[in-house]
């Protein structure tokens, strides 16, 4: 069985440009989760898409957007990309929401000079 | 609001046990993780329990929960090179969709 598969691994952006990452979850997996990984914040909850459907949102500002597909692959978007949202971006696969397993990504490493 | 804590370092023998621990906050978590994270990688699920267990284990890991003081633990038997990494504990909200982390733990083993 296939893992969860982010591409793509590795971006470079200039400051206020937009990027689309983009997630596949494993498959069957409803739930697709977004978590932002930096030095300095460490590990935070951006938002969670169940069935196309978001149902919870972290505390980023309104530039952090997603979307999740009828195959339950997901996307986030970023836009006025500015140097700090250089860092890990991790998904996770779920098979339902409330599901106890979150099976992470291999992560998107974001660079904005 | 939530707030999970570890204690940045860890430094043990190849051979020896290593204990890890994680204090958390927030009383009506559902379930209590334990990922490894290895450089340039993503996480990696070692490990959960629920939150009404007290403990778990799973071959050369054993989980230890205490609800009432709110901390948890993970011990590794027999520790190898090979679980030199990053260890994140981590806390699932009782809607389960929204997993907080601790800042990490960098576990070196020494042969």
């Known amino acids: 069985k296939a893992g969860v598969t982010q591409t793509p691994r590795y971006l470079i952006k200039t400051r206020g440009q937009q990027v689309t990452l983009s997630c596949s979850p494993i498959s069957g997996h409803r739930s697709v989760s977004w978590y932002q990984q930096t030095p300095g914040q460490g590990l935070q909850f951006l938002f969670e898409?169940?069935?196309?459907?978001?149902?919870n949102k972290g505390n980023f500002p309104g530039r952090f957007s997603g979307r999740q597909f009828s195959n339950s692959r997901s996307e986030m978007n970023v836009s006025t990309l500015e140097l700090g949202d250089s860092a890990l971006y991790l998904c996770a696969s779920s098979p339902a929401t409330g599901n106890t397993e979150a099976f992470f990504g291999q992560g998107t490493r974001l660079t904005v000079v | 609001g939530e707030d999970v804590e570890q204690s940045l370092f860890l430094s043990v023998r190849e051979g020896d046990s290593s204990v890890i621990n994680c204090t958390y906050t927030d009383s009506s978590s559902t379930y209590l993780y334990w990922y490894k994270q290895e450089p340039g990688a993503g996480l990696q699920l070692l490990t959960y329990?629920?939150?009404?267990?007290d403990m778990k284990q799973d071959q050369r890991l054993t989980v230890l929960l205490n609800k009432k003081d709110k901390h948890l633990s993970l011990r590794i038997a027999d520790t190898q090179t090979g679980d030199s990494a990053i260890y994140f504990c981590?806390?699932?909200?009782?809607?389960?969709?929204?997993?907080?982390f601790g800042g990490g733990t960098r576990l070196m083993v020494k042969p």
């Open positions: 981590a806390e699932m909200d009782n809607a389960g969709n929204m997993l907080t």
């Open positions: 898409y169940f069935s196309e459907t978001q149902r």
């Open positions: 329990i629920f939150s009404n267990m």
